[in-house]
């Protein structure tokens, strides 16, 4: 039987899982932790794949691809060495390069029309700014751009010529979805002068052998792709399908057939890995929210979960709003957390745990709104990432959205989702290979508590400003919305 292997380099570790490429059957997985922080010298990214493809994971593997953290900016000199560790995701410092920039190009709408995102601190585009304005000495060493996953891909297949996906590229900032070809003008914006950028394959390309030194001789690589896109492939995502990931970000968003561009900046109008569209909303606050507030507690995760089950809906009156690294959605880069309705008899460990499991889901429910305000059909809520792994969250999830949540068999989608874009380079099929071998997901129901979210918008909108620009493509604006209470 052939095999494949996906990789996921998130944010917290390196995950390999090893499939069978017909059925999709998982033969054997390995994990890798990365260091904390909000930069990172790539090549700790490559010691980690290393490590986990340690002790003959990948033995017998004829392909592989990698999904990554999207959005890090691998900024590299003439030779392809890093000027510098790369600027992640989740670091705020070019928010202020974030608001230049979507002054000089006339406004959010002019970025949403251009490239379907409207640039916050995490897009490529606006570090890439921040970048030429605080290091000008490495800037000036610069030569080439390039994604965590692009970077790793490279450094797999040893080509001279980077490639990247629609889906990743979608994410920079200067790559239009819509068109699916880079916009060098907004590259330039940003940089004051052009750069390389890697070239942009199709879905299914294979792009050649593992030659890396001390890997196995895999005869295919993928072309890779972002964490999220994969995670869409993994899970075989479909139209109606919200998927709300709760990893080191959080996130909700679904595969459409048709790109979107929401001026209001809440929803990303980014690609996926199959020549689709994949609009989502990020939160930089997810399962280390509960991490927090269980450290905070001085309580291991089952003490947390068992006592955040015991208190009430609402935590009678205790809201937490999460903005514990600052926040992207809505786009608070500087905030911080803010737990309001103290009183004297809700000031208990059960409540406090209830309002940090409330507070996370209530901010990934305003984004499952937004992406229905703009047009995306929410018939499923699929629950995935570290943090679905809490029996608390499982439970509180249907009460929050309002609806049913199902959350898959226990897994790494994202590198699911790697494996089977591998399997399809492979079959050189039209479409990604079905894959049989998954497990159904598990089904969470409960009564909605419509009084969770209106104590969480009514603290919300004490502090987040109404958009300058509104959503067009829907109803409701949704961080002043609490629509999700269905
Ligand atoms: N049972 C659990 N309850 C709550 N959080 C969990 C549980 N298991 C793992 N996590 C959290 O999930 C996070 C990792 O999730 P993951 O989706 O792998 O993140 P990433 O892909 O960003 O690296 C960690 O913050 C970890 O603390
Ligand atoms: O920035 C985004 C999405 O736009 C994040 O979702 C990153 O892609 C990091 O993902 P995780 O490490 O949390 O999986």
């Known amino acids: 039987m052939p095999l494949v292997a996906g990789v996921d380099s998130s944010t917290q570790g390196t995950k390999i899982v090893v499939r069978d490429a017909v059925t999709g059957a998982q033969v054997r997985s390995a994990r890798a932790e990365h260091p904390e922080g909000t930069e990172i010298d790539p090549g700790v990214w490559w010691e980690a794949l290393r490590r986990a493809a340690g002790d003959g994971l990948l033995d017998g593997v004829t392909a592989i691809g990698v999904a990554a953290q999207q959005h890090g900016m691998v900024a590299l000199d003439e030779s ?33 029309d251009a490239v379907g995102t409207v640039p916050v601190a995490s897009l490529t585009v606006t570090k ?58 907004l590259l330039r914006l ?22 890396a030194e001390g890997m196995p001789p895999i005869e295919v690589v993928s072309v890779g792709t972002g964490d999220n896109m994969g995670a869409a492939l993994g899970l075989d995502a479909r139209p109606g399908d919200v998927v709300v990931s709760i990893g080191t970000s ?6 459409a057939e048709r790109p979107t561009a929401d001026p209001s900046g809440q929803v990303t109008g980014f690609a996926d890995a199959t020549g689709r569209f994949l609009p989502l909303v990020c939160t930089l606050n997810a399962a280390r929210v509960l991490s927090a507030g269980a450290a905070a507690l001085g309580l291991d995760r089952d003490e947390f979960d068992a006592a955040a089950l015991a208190a009430p809906p609402g935590a009678g009156g205790l809201t937490l709003l999460p903005y514990l690294d600052g926040e992207r959605t809505p786009d608070l880069p500087d905030a911080t957390g ?5 009183t004297r008899a809700n000031l208990r460990p059960g409540h406090l745990a209830r309002a940090f499991v409330e507070g996370l889901l209530c901010g990934l429910a305003d984004g499952v709104d937004a992406l229905a305000a703009q047009g995306v059909p929410v018939r499923r809520i699929l629950l995935i990432g570290g943090g679905a792994r809490s029996a608390a969250v499982r439970a509180v999830a249907p009460q929050v959205f309002g609806r049913p949540v199902l959350v898959p068999s226990d897994g790494e989608y994202v590198a699911d989702g790697a494996a089977r874009q591998a399997a399809w380079a492979l079959a050189a099929t039209p479409e990604p290979p079905e894959w049989t071998a998954t497990a159904a997901p598990s ?8 009084v969770i979210r209106e104590q969480y918008a009514a603290a919300r909108d004490t502090i987040v400003p109404p958009p300058t620009e509104p959503a067009t493509s829907g109803a409701t604006p949704s961080a002043h919305d609490t629509r999700g209470q269905r």
């Open 250 to 255: 959080g996130t909700a968003f679904a595969v």
């Open 80 to 112: 392809g060495v890093p000027v510098r560790p790369a600027l992640l995701w989740n670091d705020t410092r070019s928010a202020g390069a974030a608001r230049d920039l979507i002054a000089e190009l006339g406004g959010p709408r002019a970025w949403a």
């Open 190 to 211: 940003a940089f004051g002068r052009d750069l390389a950028v890697p070239r942009v394959a199709a879905p299914a390309d294979a792009l050649g052998p593992v030659t």
């Open 443 to 450: 089904t969470y129901e409960a009564d909605p508590e419509p």
């Open 128 to 185: 890439l700014r921040w970048l030429a304005e605080h290091e000008p000495a490495n800037a000036a060493r610069v030569a080439q751009v390039m994604l965590p996953h692009d970077w790793l891909t490279a450094r797999l297949t040893g080509a001279a010529e980077p490639v990247t996906d629609r889906g990743d590229a979608s994410g920079t900032g200067y790559f239009s979805p819509a068109t699916g070809a880079y916009r060098p003008d």
């Open 338 to 342: 803010h737990l309001t309705g103290m």
